[in-house]
T-cell receptor, first 111, second 114 residues
Framework: AQSVTQLDSQVPVFEEAPVELRCNYS??????LFWYVQYPNQGLQLLLK??????LVKGINGFEAEFNKSQTSFHLRKPSVHISDTAEYFC?????????FGAGTTVTVRA | DAGVIQSPRHEVTEMGQEVTLRCKPI?????LFWYRQTMMRGLELLIY????????DSGMPEDRFSAKMPNASFSTLKIQPSEPRDSAVYFC????????????FGPGTRLTVL
């Protein structure tokens, strides 16, 4: 079974600062990777996904992620965060027909 | 499109009672997933339906849990009898297909079993 590991459980960051959320995957075969965001008291929403092609994937709300096969990583970045980016972020890997999610990273943006 | 609809949004019940959670997937979606989210275990897949047929229920905790999908627009997750350790947020998600199609999540049902 494929899996992902999110290396940071909590990331505090100041408004307008950059943020990077780290995700490593375990797979030696083709891999499809996703980042989802969960705002307080809401369901999960897709930020972006990597299926193939360019290793730099751009998503919604100014987020982007880079697929790095040699490092088996799929880190999420945003150059300048807003208060509204406060949420929990989940990395996930496509495993047969389902998604296997990481434990999540809570991002708290402070003014 | 209204997205995935779940009801109720909150449910408080007493141990031993039957609980039924409901989900209406996005129209035209062929795959439906039930997830459970807890602090201790994170997001867990409970069961997966494709074209209304249960394909994988290996994540269902025990016989107290059951799920049905009588038609393409409705699914239920039932817990009978409920226990305090079932307290969690239960999410329903749907997608067009079974491959790498995006899963769209409902708002969840927060279940508290006293």
């Amino acid at each position: 079974a494929q899996s992902v590991t999110q290396l940071d459980s909590q990331v505090p960051v100041f408004e307008e600062a950059p943020v990077e959320l780290r995700c490593n995957y375990s797979s030696s075969v083709s891999v499809y990777l996703f980042w989802y965001v969960q705002y307080p008291n809401q369901g999960l929403q897709l930020l972006l996904k990597y299926l193939s092609g360019s290793t730099l994937v751009k998503g919604i709300n100014g987020f982007e992620a880079e697929f790095n096969k040699s490092q088996t990583s799929f880190h999420l970045r945003k150059p300048s965060v807003h208060i509204s980016d406060t949420a929990e972020y989940f990395c996930a890997v496509h495993d047969d027909y389902k998604l296997s999610f990481g434990a999540g990273t809570t991002v708290t943006v402070r003014a | 499109d209204a997205g995935v609809i779940q009801s109720p949004r909150h449910e408080v019940t007493e141990m031993g009672q039957e609980v039924t959670l409901r989900c209406k997937p996005i129209s035209g979606h062929n795959s439906l997933f039930w997830y459970r989210q807890t602090m201790m275990r994170g997001l867990e897949l409970l069961i997966y339906f494709n074209n209304n047929v249960p394909i994988d229920d290996s994540g269902m905790p025990e016989d107290r849990f059951s799920a049905k999908m009588p038609n393409a627009s409705f699914s239920t997750l039932k817990i009978q009898p409920s226990e305090p350790r079932d307290s969690a947020v239960y999410f329903c998600a749907s997608s067009l297909g079974t491959g790498t199609d995006t899963q769209y999540f409902g708002p969840g049902t927060r279940l508290t079993v006293l």
